[in-house]
């Protein structure tokens, strides 16, 4: 069977030994934030408390991103922004992109996130897959937004899930692994090549390609931003809501609180609800850098460390959101903690450049289901199932 064809949204399966890894790491991170906050030996690094993972994400000079390595095989070596170091090339393509964005595009993503969520399940029958309900929401959401539609029925959640594993989690030695991603970001290249072509002879449109058409974008630029954006995107919310709903159904309490704000219309109630149960299950242990430099780390400390030049650091923003030093009482489920308790879409340079859009539509998308009061469906389906780092199944009935 061909890459292209490929069923599953990701290579990783349930059960194997990087989910238990994963499953253990709060516990690891615990202990190490007390122990060992700046660990590691030679060319390794773990860094676990608050002010040190803010401190590393925000010396991007010495710190650089991983990812250019897996990136160029996506983007057939075309620069985008992830990649880069703290440029005016980096400023000039974000400011770009970021331009096309309006303050009104929010409420309409919140509006489009809730209507398409809340079809999905009134078509369920009472019965929901908590992953697939957020996967179908976040790629209908994103590619009418950005403009890209679907190849083929499901394809782009395929395609963009398995790009996204590639990218965060696949190494670029891995010859399989890269002729698969290759093959897909190919075809899906393609695919946004023939997007424009079509949109430049039709009717315009109002979307992000339509936008950056209409402000004379380079086209080569065009596709390679709402590649990365259809990659980057709508893989994450997926990820990351129904961690969230594991996170309520473990406690009665506050599920009845969200499922009360969602039939209230509170959204603001509910968005806060939801990125405090996230915190407890966050879209990954850490995320990784890249040591340009010799660098000194929490200097003036005693745990002051030098971090020596091509080191791996792995910046454990899921332990700094539980780290008690600034957080307060980090293990009391609160949704009236102040913003900067959260580190979920990362700090400096590389924030998450969907940052706003996130607070715009992740609740929303689960508030039509969160409204008909889910509960566990019996058995084995109805707790979270990972698959890797990869949410994966999570079914619920609901009213
Ligand atoms: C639950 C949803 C999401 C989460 C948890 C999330 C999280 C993150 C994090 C942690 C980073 C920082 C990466 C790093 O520093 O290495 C990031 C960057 C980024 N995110 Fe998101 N993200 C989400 C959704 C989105 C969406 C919907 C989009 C686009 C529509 C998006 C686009 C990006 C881009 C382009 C970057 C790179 C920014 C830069 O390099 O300046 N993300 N995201």
């Known amino acids: ?234 893989p994450q919310p997926p990820m990351v809501v129904p961690n969230a709903v594991e996170q309520l159904l473990r406690r009665a309490d506050w599920l009845a609180a969200a499922a009360a704000a969602a039939q209230a219309n509170d959204d603001a109630r509910l968005h806060d609800i939801l990125i405090e149960a996230m915190r407890f299950d966050p879209l990954a242990p850490g995320l990784k850098r890249t040591a340009r430099a010799d660098y000194r780390l929490a200097q003036g400390t005693p745990r002051a460390t030098t971090i020596p030049a091509g080191s791996t650091v792995i910046t454990a923003f899921a332990s700094a959101m539980r780290d008690p030093r600034r957080v307060p009482e980090p293990e009391r489920f609160d949704p009236d903690r102040l913003p900067r308790d959260f580190v979920h879409f990362g700090h400096g340079l590389h924030e998450c450049f969907g940052r706003m859009l996130n607070h715009a539509t992740l609740h929303r998308t689960i508030k039509p289901l969160l409204a008909r009061n889910p509960r566990r469906a019996a058995g084995a389906e109805g707790r979270l199932r990972k698959a890797g780092a990869f949410a994966d199944r999570l079914v619920v009935t609901c009213d």
């Open 1 to 234: 069977m061909s890459a292209l064809d490929a069923a599953a949204p990701y290579r990783a399966t349930p059960g194997g030994a990087a989910g238990l890894l994963l499953a253990a790491a709060p516990y690891a991170m615990a202990a190490l934030r007390r122990i060992a906050p700046i660990a590691g030996r030679g060319r390794f690094w773990i860094v676990t408390r608050y002010d040190d993972v803010l401190e590393v994400f925000a010396a991007d000079q010495a710190f650089g991103v991983p990812y250019p390595a897996n990136l160029d095989i996506i983007t057939d070596r075309q620069p985008f922004f992830l990649g880069m170091a703290d440029t005016p090339e980096y400023g000039a393509q974000l400011k770009r992109w970021r331009s096309l964005i309006r303050a009104d595009d929010l409420a309409a993503l919140g509006e489009a996130a809730e209507a398409r969520a809340a079809t999905i399940v009134a078509a369920a029958g009472g019965r929901v897959d908590v992953v697939d309900l957020v996967r179908r929401v976040a790629f209908a959401l994103y590619s009418d937004f950005f403009g890209v539609p679907d190849p083929a029925p499901g394809r782009l959640a395929i395609w963009g899930s398995r790009l996204f594993e590639f990218q965060f989690t696949g190494s670029p030695d891995d010859d399989a692994w890269v002729a698969e991603a290759r093959t897909i970001a190919a075809a899906l290249r393609d695919h946004i090549d023939r997007v424009i072509a079509a949109r430049r002879a039709g009717p315009a449109r109002d979307d992000i390609l339509g936008r950056a058409l209409a402000a004379g974008y380079d086209a080569t630029e065009i596709r390679t931003v709402l590649l990365c954006m259809i990659v980057g995107g709508p």
